[in-house]
Each structure stands twice: as structure tokens, then as C-alpha cells.
């Protein structure tokens, strides 16, 4: 089981403070490793390879720019003294940004040196097609319509019978050639449907209730899936990928849906959650920037000047799970007091490069899971103690396996627990 | 057994044939089949049973080919988000609400930025966490689509830079030349208004603010002037007083404070078997009032006649305390009169007499009378008076002069429309079309602002900034809850009207730094708990409402600054406050006693001159409508009155007597034919209904100030004008509004209309379910009034209630009660208007009222009764036949008054659950009876079958459908005020009180994520919290120590019971008998109308 759910409340803050201790440990422990990791471990959050600025410049053909390399290696390791000794460019490059750049005393020459060479030998990755991408990394199967199918194989079936019925036809009159018989008369193909029914009508009256039988039985499910969407997968204003986010990159869920434990929804993320990485990240590594310009977009940010200046767009999302709205559906309960995985009710996120819904969301299903779950936290909770004492007493004389304390034996199945 | 006699309804009391096969009926007319083919009659119609068939078909194979489509749903997040905003998380930020009438401390819940519902704030010392309808239902007017956008000049829209400019150069030359500018508004309690005021005079210096309510206590204020040399409403204290002698005050609904005055007054009569005490209330009044309702003992008096009753009180005070008498007349009264000063005079300090006329003579002698009974100080603080009515008649009458002799050059109407509210006899209109520049800050077109050639909205009060001082000593802040609704770049946008004034005086700072800047010099140094600005602003603002140590004179324009007063006890707006009462303790009563001798004689004098006429007319305030401020508001329209139970119209109350004398319809049910009479005072004449009312003083009539609004807002244009308007009626006597008239002409005009009245609709046949009893009997027996019902069994007479067919089911968790203490409530309506924004209660309109189809989920039913019964009969020696006809007349005339709030009673063995074929109502193991509205296919088998009759049908899609416009739901505006935790039903389901179930889930899951155990009190029903006198207690009863289960426990063999326990349907809510501290037994038994048609058989058979 996944556990980053599981998290304690400050989760986000513990995340952050943990990135952070990794940095420094990472920091000290950097030796002859390559020159990528430490780049971007120590120089991504400030600075892109390419020659957009972040915090600091761009870093595509800095050697080119700084006097020397000598130079690098004193302005990465102690910026300030530099600047201070009143060397014209580290003066000059001191105001590219009102925030001064950390001095990284612990980088060795070599580790500096391994950086420049990532630098040089970068080279940005030419953008994928978006369509092909997301082919590439989640094998979608084109769905055959059924219909077709239906059509070919009823096509297919007639061919067969016109072609029997040919050759019955001319082996009998081969036949009846032989035996110096009469060609036997041509027959209509409705004359002889009708004269094969009234020969078996017990067959015929056996395939009819059966053709009606399937009929209904299939006309029930279809009806019985109206408003069931199952599968549902629109395609977002932005090619998201939560593979990429939640997957690859292993942002936890509530990094972006912070409701889902302070309220009942969880919340799609506003621009300015998205903005707190992307202000970094312009550049995806399966779109490259044309889907993350469409955040640039919305939160009215100018990656070339690194400001918020145009006016602001709100995103429009499509939403991918929908209840009806008698539904009260409450995340906060499910994730923070029953301490539900995510993956439960929205399934496998972390390999989903367009959000899809993969359970059916009815109330059956809600009930079902209702009928087998107990809340994990029931007895370590003061809030249930009373219901929980008087539970245990009631279900105490039951066979063991029927003992458990189940969502519904709490009285989770009851109509206005959901409809109100 | 049956002694005691309730009724609904005169028809209920008469028990017409009418009547009985109304009740009997679920619903008062046929299904309106035609309804549903919307716009063509079935019988006239072309379409025949094949087509019918053919459409239906299509159409079904259409809707379900439709729903096979996935819908989008759109998911749009903010671009940034508020730190404070979680979505799906309401947000609460403390508030007030002033209208310049009611005042209330509030906190208004937000959902997303939008606010959805008003509750009261519990850190208030004025309100106390008390709200009433009006304040409820003021969220609404928020969304109102009448509102202005923008500024208009002569008609049109203009910009705010065109007005300034315009207005700005115009007054600069005004004042230049010396012209006339006035500042016209309602009373203004706010500080930094005042301030605003201040500068912008400063700036004009030829400007003067006049000071006008729309129902005035001037008359209070000059007696107070006369008595005691300050010109002020005092505060009062009704919780202090054991006897209250209410001469037309109806304090617990209109006067001065009333949200005040009801937390107060039901303090001190709150009984239990430990404290078996109330105060005992005496009202004189002409209306049956909501207060009169509620009084010990009412004495229904002529208008006229009122004045006569304080003189005469205070003879027969000043007869037991030692005084000099006053020139009195003899009044019907008067033995009554005696009783009420015996027992004044017994609780010298400890009483109070008020007077709700606005005759400066009635109150000089009623401050003669509480000066006599060393009330001053005690009961009302003169000290710390009230400043929530400013109003100043004799001034506005001189503005009125000014303007029509042309002297006034500019005239600012902020928060009042006196072209609506003044009497007809001032002319207002005529003379406000003589002043040049005519300004109106008013929020929409209303009748004031239709004849200014400049508006420019303020911002409604959830928008603005602004700060209160009710009453002395007390602060309270409002702040937005909302960005304003209508600002650029979609609409010009209003303002606020300080913030106009102020670019006006040329001050850009905002009213927000200006509000600031009062309170850092004027507010900050009174107190002294905390040492930082910032820390004691972000406290006050948190806290919504402070109180702080007191100064000179109370009002800001003096702030303190002497350094002993700074020492001074401070008080402090924590709850560990110290008790108000400790901090007077500076107060010398000598100086209160300091009473300039009035010659009482003289006033006494001119009392007795009255004239009384044949017919007096009374004016008076609904409770829903008030003042008429928010009469386009569909919510207080809906809101049934608490004594006539009429919606949606006022009307001429008259005697039943009386009417059936003069040959009026007294109306078989309410909403058939009333006569519509021509009532004319002094030359102008209106058209209005007339109903009986029981309790009405003969010879007087009544008529609800605060309809006819023809400018209130679109509400007008989809139902007609609501009412006429009664301001026209108001008289200036001696330089006072008078409401009411002692020369009234009244012609049948032999025309009918109709108007909507709840009274009977969803009747309990004269089931027994109202349960009273007086404070003698209840001293000795705290059962008493409240017996038992029996059963004969095989097993012998059992108690009803211990019999059961049924097996008792679990209830493991929570186990959810109410129980509503009849003796607590006044039947004022706020948890009516409350129930409706919380559960998102449809308005119907007047058509449907009329066929009962009103939606309320809560009702709150009036029953009246009698004094008579059969030992007062046996001690009068009166026979059988005379006895019933006596229970009937005497109580026609003055009948005793019963409010009992009904909603579903969630009965563990309920009726209406067994007979759903779908299951759309069953029972959870927490004791509520659910309703599924998306599994309804509305049968109603359940509304036929539960007697209680708590049960609504939604018979249109109230929320679609364009017959039903009026509704709020149906605006784009309208629709930000729902609940989003609740669904808003549609057509063809049933729907009934959930008990608040989206606040018990709420509060369930808080307690489930803190991880503890569910505190009691942590969840309040809606009704519950927005009740004034904490008559509604709602709470776990398998806690232990919650509030309801020991409330039930100590009054299991007292006060407590269940409404037709007998049924065995056991409910959830329970009712605590109502005491009446009044001599008269009220035995065991009660009546039934069932038993009284019984006795019309008698009748017939003799």
C-alpha cells in the first residue's frame, strides 16, 4: 500500500523541511558524482540551462560570458567575498536580481568543474508531439465500435448463408441430374424462410425468446449504466499529466488537493499552487513549454521578465468525477477520519497521463464498500468510543468473522448520511 | 374534563361546517391538474390521447438517448487563491447589523466569498447572540436585483467621476453664497459617521443633519429632556423586573430593542421546580400585540384611553407609596389598574412601566411613576442611555417648513425615505421638489430617490465598513463580507455613503483609515485591556462587539481623558468580564433622583382632554415588515404575522364584535372574501381588508405600518404592491408623530378580496396539544396543566406513553432530541426566517399561501383560549350552556394567546415511514427521521399520514417555473444566498425539517477530526441558534451530561411532554408546559374543538 497518504497534518511543511535537510546533506556528501545531479540538486531551483532567466540568468553559454573559469569557481563557492573585493563583473552579475545567490562553499573545483561540463554539453530536448507522447507512455487502445463489429459479423453470417444456400442449391440439382430428375424449382429466399420456420417452429420459437431475452437483458444494463461514466476521460484544457506529477516526480496528492482533508471537496489546484514550481519549470519533458505557457497564461506570468504582468485567466478544468449534486460527498471524511487511500475511489493516479475515472461511482458501489470497510481509526478515536463500546457489545456473540465493525453497522449506509 | 378552551382560528372556534370539511381535506383545493399542461387547457386542447402517447414516447426516448451523453461539468479554481478561502469550508466573521431601527450583533457565515446566513453574535452584551426575523432575513436583501449599479443623475447612469465632479462643484457654490445644505438620514449610531458628517460640514459650513426616524421615540426623549434635563432613551433592564406594566409597548417585537429586551424579559421567566419565580407582565394595548400575547394579564384599552391608564396607575401607585394623585377620570379598567400598582408598589426597584406612545405627556407621567417606584438605577439606567433612536420630530417638521418655503438649496437623504414614511399632513414631496440639488444615497430607486436627481448607492451593510455605539459604553464593528456586487469593470459600482461624503469634504484617505483614526483617539483610550492600537482593533473586529469603561457622556465626541476615569474598572469584552452591574457602581442614585419637579398635574391635565372618538385607529409594526424597509424582501413578505397569521398584506384588524355589527365578512376561512373598507383620518383615504381579530379593543382598529411600497424593488413589479401604505395616517400632535388616530371614518365599500392567512392550514383537528398552566399550580404541583394522557388496557389504565406495539430500536452513537420550552417562546418568527435560509425553503407567494402550500419547515402555531372554565363556572354558579357560550365570548374579546413552534417531531415509531411504497423516509439509528427528496416520486401517503402535518409538497418547480418569479432562486442574485450543504428541491417531492442534519454531519465530523468526543452545544439547529429567548434546545440524549438530557430529566415529571404522546408515535421533540404567572386556574384538563362541536349538538338538541 502507498503510504505518503498517510502523512501526518503538516505534512506539506515536512515535506518542505525535508527537502531542504536533503539539500544540505546532499551538499556534504557530494563528491566525483556527475555533473547533472549536481546541478540539480544545487542549481535548478535558481537557475534553467536554457537562457530564460528563473531567479538568477540563464546559464545557456555562461562560459562564455564570465572572465574565467577560475572565476566560476570562486563566484559558486563565495559569491559575497567577491563581490566585495569589487571584481567589475561579479559587481555587475550582483545586480541581475535583488536576491543574492547563495554562496555553495562545499562544491570542490571538481564538482564545479563537472557542472560547467553539463552546462556545455546540454542540449535542450527537442519537444515531442503531445499526441505522440502521451501514446508513448500510456498505450491507449482505439475502441472498435461495437455497432461495426455487429454490422460486419450480421454481413458476414448473410454471405455465408447466401453462399450455403448457393451451393445446396447446385449440389441438389447436380444430384438431381444425376438421378435424371427435374431441377428442383427456384425458391425465394422469404418463401424458404418462411417454409424452414414452419418445418422447426419449436427452434424458431427457441431462438425468438432467446434473441428477446438477450434483448431485454442487454436493454436493462444499458439503462442501468445511464448516468454510470465509468471510463470517463475528457480531454483537460491543459494536457496534464498526473504521471508526470504524481508518478514520476512523486509530488504527494494533497500537495495540490489540499482540501481533501479540510473540506469535503479536495479542491483542483488554483494557478498559484502550480506557479510555486512552475515559476522553475518551464519546460516539460513531453510537451516542452507549450503546456506549461498555457499556466503562464492563466496566472498572467511573463517568463521573460519573471513577473506577474498580464491579466490573469482562470483555468477551465473539465471535471472527471461527478456526483449528482443530492449527493453530499464529504473527502475530509473519508481521507482524514476513515483514512482512505486516494487510489480507492480515483485509482492508480500515479500512471494516468490524462485523469480518467476508473470506478463507477454509483451508490451501490459507495454501499458495497461501505458494507466491507471498517474506519481504521474507530478505536484510537475519543469521538467513536461510546459507539464503538456499544458496537463491540452488540456484535459480541456473533461468529468471530462477523464481528467486525463495518461502515454501515455504524450507521453509514443510512440515507441522510449522503442526502440532505 | 375539558375545562380550558384552545382555538386556532375563529373559524376553528365556531367550528363551521366549512371549517370541519376543510380539515379533513389534506389539501385545500383539487390537484391542479391544469397546472401541469402549462399553457393550454386540456379540455380545449388539440392534442389528442395518440399524440399524447406519440410525444410522450419520443420524448422519453429523447430524455434518456440525452442522458446517455456525458455531461461537462466545468471545475473552474481560483488563479489565486485567499489564504483564508478552503472551498467547501464556511468562513464566519463577527459583523452588526443596523438598519437605523433594529440593532444586532452578528456573525455572518461565508461560503466562497458569498455570504449565506446571519446568526447571532453570543460576545455581544447588547444582543446577546439574539437575532430576529428582520436581521435573519437581511442576508437576502443583499442579493437584491433592484439594486442600483452605479450612480444616476436626472434618471440616467452616469459615472462617480461625472457625480463628484458635478455635485462637488455645485456644493462649493452653494456654500460659497451661503446656501441651505441638509443632511437628512435615519439616526445614525455610528461614531465615524457622525465624524464624516463633521467634516463634511466642516467643509460646507452651511450644512445642518437632521435627524428622522420613520417611527420615532421623540416623544421619549423630550419627557426625558423635561424629567431629567438629558434628551435620551434610557436602557432598561427587564431581566431586574418582577412586575412590567407595558402601556402599548410591544417591546418583545418593535420597541426600541427588542432582540435586547426579549433576551432580557424571558431571563426572568424561565421557571423550573427550584425556581419557580417569574416576572408577572401587565400590557394595556389597542392591537393584540406580540407582546400582549405574551403578557400575564392583557387589558385591551382604547388609544385614547391610554394616557388615562398611566395617569390612573400612577394615582393608584402614588396611593400606596405615599404621593400626591393627579386629576384622573374613571376608567373600565380601573380594578385591573389597582392590581398591577399593588404589585409595582410591591417591587419597588424591582418593576418597570413602560409606555410605547410617542405623547410626551404619557411619558412624563410614566417617568413620574417609575420615579416612584426608585426604578431609576435599577431597572432603567438613564445613565447609559440607548442611542439607536435619535429621531427628532420637531426638527423634521422644521426641515419640512425650510424646504417648502424654498430656503434649503441642497438636501442628502442617507438611510430613509421620508417620501414614503411621513405623514400625509407634512407634504413631504411637495416641499422636497422645492429644494434645487436633491441628493439620495438610497441603494435602490425607491420613493425618496425617484424625486432626487442624484443617487449615489451606498453599499449594502455585508459590503461596508462602519462602526456602532448602540449604547453607552458599547462598540461594535461591521466589516465586508463580500467584495461589493456591483463594481467595475461590469458595473459604475456603489459606494459607500462615508466614502462619498468624504471625497465630497475632499478626504481620499477611505473610511476604512477614517474608522480607524475614530477609533485609535476616541474608542482606544476608554479601555485599558489592551496596550497596542493594532491589537485592540484586530480584537474588537474579531470580536464584533465591545465593551469598554465609560466616559463623560457616554458619546464619542468626548473621549477620556481624565486620568482617574482611565483607572477606572475597565470592562472587558472577554467573557470573564465583570457584570455590568458592578461597573455602575459609580452611578449615584442621587443624581438620577435629580428630577426637575414637572407639574404632573398639568400634564395630567391635558391627558384627561383627550377626546376619545368612536372608532381610534392604532398604527403598529409587523414583525416580519417593520418598518417597511425591506419590503422587498419575499422572505419577511412570507413570513406569516404571529397573531393573524396573514402573509403577504396588511389589513384592518377590527373587533369580531364590532365587525359582525357593522356587517363585515368575518370570514368563513381566513384567504376567503374579507370586506374592503375605505378608512379615511383626516382626508386621506386607503382601501384596505378587514379581518377579525380577537383581543382587539372595541372601538379601535389597527392598521401595519411598513407596506404599500410602490418603489421597494422588482418584488412589486411580479406580485403587485404588498399592502397600502398606513404612514399617510400618522398625526403630529405638539410637534409628535402619533401613530395612530382618534378620528377614523370607515366605509363598507361592499367589495371582497382575498388575502392569505396560514392561520388553519395544516390543523391537528383540536388534537390537545398545547399544554398551559399558571404559576400557582404550578407551585405546587410542577406536573400541573401537564397530566398524563391514560389508556385502558387489558392490564389495567396504563400511562399512553408506556405502551408500545412496537420493539425500541438502537441507538448506538448519537441519539438526537429537542425540546422547545412553550413557556420561553414569544412567537416572534426568527427561526422561521432562519429555518428558510439555512434549508433553502422555497417562497410560494400569496396564491399559493391561499391554498396552503406555503413551505415553511417550521410553523409556529398561535392558539387562543379562554379564561372561563368550569371552576371559575361553578364559583360564578354559571350553568352548563352559559358556561361554553362564556368560554367563548369574554375570550373572543381578550383571548389568552399560545405560541408552539411545530416541526417534524422525527418520531421513532413513525407514522409516516410505514406508509412510503418507495422508502424515501426512514429512520436512522440516531434518532432522525430522513427524507430522500431524489427518491420521492410524491405520493404525499406520508403528509396524509402524519398528524403533526409537518410534511411540505412541492407542487412546482419553484425554482424554474416563471408563475413563481418571485422566488430568490429564481435570480442569478437571488440564487447566492442558497445553502450549498443543502439541496434545493424540485417539483413533485416531499419535504419536511431535516433537524438541521447538514449542521449534526458538520459538527460530527469537526469532533471526528479533532478527535474528540462531541461537546454538547457544539451543534445548533438553525432554529435554535437564531432563537432570542433560548427557547429551543436541541443536543445529544445519550450524553449524559448534555443540556437537553438533564433539562429532560429534571422536568420528566414536570414541564416535559410529547405532543399526542397517546399515538404512540413517540417523537423526538419534546414541549415544556407554558406557566402564565396569572390567577386564573387553568386545571388539568384542556379542551378540543372535536369536543366543543359536541357541545354546538347540546346546543342545537336544547
Redesign the interface.
Known amino acids: 500500500m502507498d503510504t505518503i497518504y498517510k502523512q501526518p497534518k503538516k505534512q506539506i511543511l515536512a515535506k518542505f523541511s525535508l527537502l531542504i535537510l536533503s539539500f544540505f546533506l546532499s551538499i556534504n556528501s557530494v563528491s566525483a558524482q556527475d555533473g547533472e545531479k549536481i546541478f540539480k540538486q544545487n542549481c535548478a531551483v535558481c537557475h534553467s540551462l536554457g537562457s530564460n532567466p528563473i531567479v538568477g540568468p540563464g546559464l545557456q553559454g555562461v562560459i562564455s560570458r564570465v572572465p574565467s573559469e577560475d572565476w566560476m569557481f570562486k563566484w559558486i563557492q563565495n559569491n559575497e567575498a567577491l563581490i566585495k573585493s569589487g571584481e567589475a563583473y561579479a559587481v555587475k552579475v550582483s545586480t541581475f536580481s535583488p536576491a543574492a545567490m547563495p554562496s555553495f562553499t562545499s562544491l570542490a573545483d571538481g564538482d564545479i568543474k563537472a557542472v560547467i561540463k553539463y552546462i556545455k554539453e546540454y542540449k535542450e530536448p527537442a519537444p515531442v508531439a503531445a499526441t505522440a507522447a502521451s501514446g508513448a507512455t500510456a498505450p491507449v487502445e482505439k475502441p472498435t465500435n461495437p455497432l461495426a463489429i455487429l454490422i460486419g459479423v450480421l454481413a458476414f453470417l448473410i454471405i455465408i448463408v447466401a453462399i450455403l444456400r448457393a451451393v445446396r442449391y447446385s449440389l441438389k440439382n447436380i444430384q438431381n441430374a444425376k438421378k435424371g430428375l427435374q431441377n428442383e424449382a427456384k425458391v425465394g429466399v422469404w418463401k424458404e424462410f418462411k417454409n424452414t420456420v414452419n418445418a422447426h417452429k419449436r427452434t424458431t420459437a427457441l431462438v425468438i425468446i432467446f434473441l428477446l431475452g438477450g434483448g431485454l437483458s442487454s436493454g436493462w444494463y444499458a439503462l442501468k449504466g445511464i448516468g454510470v461514466y465509468e471510463g470517463y476521460q475528457p480531454t483537460q484544457p491543459i494536457a496534464f499529466s498526473h504521471k508526470i506529477h504524481a508518478g514520476d516526480n512523486a509530488i504527494d496528492c494533497q500537495y495540490c488537493h489540499s482540501g481533501a482533508e479540510r473540506s469535503k471537496t479536495a479542491g483542483i489546484p488554483s494557478v498559484n499552487v502550480c506557479m510555486n514550481c512552475h515559476k522553475g519549470i518551464s519546460k516539460g519533458p513531453v510537451t516542452g513549454k507549450t503546456e506549461i505557457a498555457k499556466i503562464y497564461e492563466a496566472a498572467g506570468w511573463d517568463p521573460d521578465k519573471g513577473a506577474y504582468t498580464k491579466p490573469q485567466k482562470p483555468i477551465q478544468w473539465i471535471k472527471v468525477h461527478n456526483l449528482p449534486d443530492f449527493v453530499f460527498f464529504s473527502h475530509q471524511q473519508h481521507v482524514k477520519v476513515g483514512q482512505q487511500d486516494c487510489a480507492t475511489c480515483h485509482g492508480d493516479v500515479k500512471t494516468m497521463t490524462t485523469a480518467v475515472q476508473v470506478k463507477p461511482l454509483t451508490m451501490v458501489w459507495c454501499i458495497d464498500c461501505h458494507r466491507a470497510t471498517e474506519v481504521p481509526g474507530m478505536q484510537s478515536n475519543p469521538f467513536y468510543e461510546k459507539l464503538h463500546k456499544n458496537l463491540t457489545e452488540k456484535f459480541k456473540n456473533m461468529p468471530y468473522d462477523q464481528r467486525k465493525i463495518t461502515v454501515d453497522r455504524m450507521g453509514g449506509i443510512e440515507c441522510s448520511k449522503c442526502h440532505y | 374534563m375539558a375545562t380550558k378552551k384552545y382555538w386556532k382560528g375563529l373559524e376553528e372556534l365556531n367550528n363551521s361546517s366549512e371549517f370541519v370539511q376543510n380539515a379533513q381535506n389534506e389539501f385545500a383545493e383539487q390537484i391542479p391538474v391544469e397546472n401541469f399542461s402549462e399553457t393550454e387547457n386540456l379540455e380545449t386542447s388539440g392534442t389528442n390521447r395518440r399524440d399524447f402517447l406519440k410525444f410522450l414516447g419520443f420524448s422519453v426516448t429523447a430524455a434518456?438517448l440525452a442522458?446517455?451523453e456525458?455531461?461537462?461539468?466545468?471545475?473552474?479554481?481560483?488563479?489565486?487563491?485567499p489564504e483564508e478561502i478552503?472551498?467547501?469550508?464556511a468562513n464566519w466573521y463577527a459583523s452588526t447589523y443596523y438598519d437605523g431601527n433594529d440593532y444586532a450583533s452578528i456573525i455572518v457565515k461565508t461560503r466562497e466569498g458569498r455570504p449565506i446566513k446571519i446568526e447571532g453574535n453570543d460576545l455581544s452584551k447588547v444582543t446577546m447572540g439574539g437575532t430576529n426575523a428582520r436581521v435573519q432575513a437581511s442576508v437576502l436583501s443583499l442579493y437584491d436585483s433592484s439594486r442600483l449599479t452605479g450612480p444616476t443623475a436626472n434618471g440616467a447612469a452616469t459615472s462617480w467621476g461625472n457625480t463628484d465632479l458635478e455635485i462637488g462643484g455645485k456644493l462649493a457654490a452653494i456654500a460659497a453664497k451661503g446656501g441651505a445644505i441638509r443632511i437628512l438620514s435615519s439616526s445614525i449610531i455610528s461614531p465615524s459617521t457622525k465624524d464624516v458628517i463633521a467634516e463634511f460640514s466642516a467643509k460646507y459650513p452651511t450644512t445642518k443633519h437632521v435627524t428622522y426616524d420613520a417611527v420615532s421615540f421623540s416623544g421619549m426623549s423630550k419627557a426625558n429632556a423635561q424629567t431629567f434635563g438629558q434628551e435620551v432613551i434610557p436602557s432598561y433592564n427587564f431581566s431586574n423586573a418582577e412586575v412590567i406594566v407595558s402601556i402599548g409597548a410591544d417591546f418583545l417585537a418593535n420597541w426600541i430593542s427588542p432582540i435586547e429586551f426579549s433576551k432580557q424579559y424571558i431571563k426572568n421567566r424561565k421557571v423550573s421546580k427550584e425556581h419557580a419565580e417569574m416576572s408577572k407582565h401587565f400590557q394595556f394595548e389597542s392591537n393584540l400585540s406580540l407582546t400582549g400575547a405574551n403578557a400575564d394579564e392583557r387589558i385591551p384599552v382604547k388609544v385614547s384611553e391610554q394616557g388615562k391608564v398611566a395617569v390612573n396607575l400612577y394615582n393608584a401607585v402614588a396611593k400606596i407609596v405615599g404621593g400626591s394623585s393627579l386629576p384622573s377620570s374613571a376608567l373600565a379598567c380601573d380594578a385591573i389598574i389597582a392590581k398591577a400598582a399593588k404589585a409595582l408598589a410591591e417591587n419597588k426597584g424591582r418593576s418597570l412601566v413602560i409606555s410605547g406612545s410617542n405623547d410626551t405627556n404619557i411619558q412624563l407621567v410614566v417617568n413620574g411613576i417609575n420615579d416612584m417606584l426608585e426604578n431609576y438605577g435599577k431597572t432603567i439606567d438613564i445613565e447609559n442611555p440607548t442611542y439607536t433612536h435619535q429621531g427628532d420630530d420637531a426638527a423634521f417638521t422644521d426641515l419640512v417648513a425650510e424646504m417648502a418655503s424654498g430656503k434649503v438649496d441642497v438636501i442628502i437623504t442617507y438611510n430613509t425615505n421620508p417620501v414614503y414614511t411621513s405623514p400625509a399632513s407634512l407634504k413631504f414631496a411637495e416641499a422636497f421638489q422645492k429644494v434645487g440639488m436633491r441628493i439620495s444615497f438610497a441603494d435602490r430607486v425607491d420613493e425618496t430617490a425617484a424625486l432626487s436627481q442624484y443617487v449615489c448607492p451606498d453599499l449594502n451593510y455585508l459590503e461596508s465598513w462602519n462602526d456602532y455605539n448602540p449604547k453607552k459604553a458599547h462598540y461594535s464593528l461591521a466589516q465586508p463580507t463580500i467584495t461589493p456586487l456591483f463594481t467595475k469593470p461590469r458595473h459604475e459600482g456603489t459606494r459607500q455613503a462615508q466614502d462619498t461624503l468624504l471625497i465630497w469634504a475632499g478626504n481620499h484617505d477611505g473610511y476604512l483609515s477614517f474608522i480607524q483614526k475614530t477609533w485609535m483617539e476616541k474608542v482606544f483610550p476608554m479601555q485599558g485591556k489592551y496596550m497596542v492600537f493594532s491589537d485592540f482593533w484586530n480584537h474588537s473586529l474579531h470580536d464584533g462587539a465591545i465593551e469598554v469603561g465609560k466616559g463623560d457622556d457616554g458619546a464619542l465626541a468626548t473621549p477620556v481623558s481624565d486620568s482617574t476615569k482611565v483607572a477606572a474598572p475597565v470592562v472587558v469584552s472577554s467573557a470573564k468580564a465583570k457584570p455590568v452591574k458592578e461597573v455602575k457602581s459609580d452611578i449615584t442614585p442621587e443624581l438620577i433622583r435629580v428630577i426637575q419637579k414637572i407639574n404632573l398635574s398639568d400634564v395630567a391635565q391635558k391627558i384627561n382632554s383627550v377626546k376619545s372618538g368612536e372608532l381610534e385607529l392604532a398604527l403598529y409594526e409587523k414583525v416580519a415588515i417593520g418598518n417597511g424597509n425591506q419590503a422587498n424582501n419575499p422572505w419577511l413578505q412570507e413570513l406569516p404575522d404571529p397573531i393573524s397569521k396573514i402573509t403577504w398584506d396588511n389589513y384592518v384588524t377590527m373587533s369580531p364584535k364590532e365587525m359582525a355589527a357593522k356587517g363585515y365578512s368575518l370570514m368563513k376561512r381566513q384567504d376567503r372574501k374579507a370586506t374592503l373598507l375605505n378608512v379615511t383620518v383626516n382626508g386621506t383615504t386607503i382601501k384596505l381588508p378587514v379581518i377579525p381579530q380577537p383581543g382587539q379593543a372595541e372601538g379601535t382598529m389597527g392598521i401595519a405600518l411598513g407596506y404599500g411600497r410602490e418603489k421597494a424593488g422588482t418584488l412589486s413589479e411580479k406580485t403587485g404592491v404588498v399592502g397600502k401604505n398606513a404612514y399617510p395616517f400618522v398625526q403630529i400632535i405638539d410637534g409628535t408623530m402619533m401613530y395612530g388616530a382618534l378620528s377614523v371614518t370607515v366605509e363598507n365599500t361592499n367589495e371582497t378580496t382575498s388575502i392569505a392567512g396560514t392561520q388553519i392550514h395544516h390543523t391537528l383537528m383540536g388534537r390537545e396539544i398545547v399544554r398551559e398552566t399558571n404559576l400557582e399550580n404550578y407551585k405546587k404541583n410542577p406536573k400541573s396543566g401537564n397530566a398524563d394522557e391514560m389508556m385502558v388496557t387489558h392490564s389495567g389504565i396504563k400511562k399512553a406513553a408506556t405502551i408500545d406495539l412496537w420493539n425500541e430500536f438502537?441507538r448506538?452513537?448519537n441519539k438526537w432530541g429537542m425540546t422547545i420550552d412553550l413557556n420561553s417562546c414569544i412567537g416572534c418568527g426568527s427561526c422561521v426566517v432562519s429555518c428558510t435560509a439555512e434549508n433553502n425553503v422555497a417562497v410560494v407567494g400569496k396564491a399559493e399561501v391561499m391554498k396552503t402550500r406555503e413551505m415553511h419547515w417550521l410553523r409556529i402555531d398561535r392558539y387562543y383560549s379562554s379564561d372561563m372554565n368550569k371552576e371559575v363556572a361553578k364559583e360564578d354558579g354559571v350553568g352548563g350552556m352559559e358556561m361554553y357560550l362564556e368560554m367563548e365570548n369574554p375570550a373572543e374579546e381578550n383571548p389568552k394567546v399560545v405560541f408552539q413552534p411545530i416541526m417534524c417531531q422525527h418520531c421513532n415509531h413513525a407514522p409516516c415511514e410505514n406508509v412510503c411504497p418507495v422508502l424515501a423516509t426512514?429512520h436512522?439509528?440516531?434518532g432522525?427521521n430522513?427524507?430522500?427528496?431524489?427518491?420521492c416520486v410524491g405520493t404525499r401517503y406520508c403528509a396524509n399520514n402524519c398528524p403533526f402535518k409537518v410534511r411540505r409538497f412541492n407542487w412546482f418547480n419553484y425554482n424554474e417555473n416563471p408563475d413563481f418569479a418571485l422566488n430568490p432562486t429564481q435570480d442569478d442574485l437571488g440564487r447566492m444566498v442558497l445553502n450549498p450543504?443543502?439541496?434545493v428541491r424540485s417539483r413533485g417531492v416531499m419535504e419536511k425539517c431535516?433537524m438541521c442534519?447538514?449542521r449534526i454531519?458538520e459538527g460530527?465530523?469537526d469532533?471526528?477530526?479533532?478527535?474528540?468526543?462531541?461537546k454538547d452545544g457544539a451543534i445548533k439547529t438553525a432554529c435554535q441558534q437564531s432563537c432570542p429567548t433560548n427557547a429551543i434546545y436541541f443536543g445529544d440524549l445519550?450524553d449524559e451530561q448534555s443540556e437537553i438530557t438533564l433539562l429532560r430529566n429534571r422536568e420528566a415529571e414536570g414541564r416535559n411532554y410529547f405532543i399526542l404522546e397517546e399515538l404512540g408515535v413517540k417523537p423526538t421533540v419534546s414541549y415544556l408546559t407554558k406557566v402564565r404567572n396569572c390567577e386564573e386556574t387553568i386545571e388539568e384538563g384542556k379542551k378540543s374543538s372535536g369536543e366543543h362541536a359536541d357541545v354546538k349538538e347540546e346546543k342545537a338538541k336544547a
Do not use: F
Not at chain 2, 430522513?930 to 427518491?935: K, S
Not at chain 2, 469532533?1007 to 462531541?1014: D, G, Q, S, T, V
Open positions: 434518456s442522458a446517455c456525458t455531461p461537462v461539468n466545468k471545475a473552474i479554481p481560483y488563479v489565486v487563491k478552503i472551498p467547501g469550508v438502537d448506538p452513537g426512514n436512522s439509528s440516531e432522525l430522513m427524507m430522500i427528496y431524489n427518491r450543504d443543502v439541496v431535516s442534519v447538514q454531519q460530527k465530523l469532533a471526528k477530526k479533532l478527535e474528540a468526543p462531541l445519550n
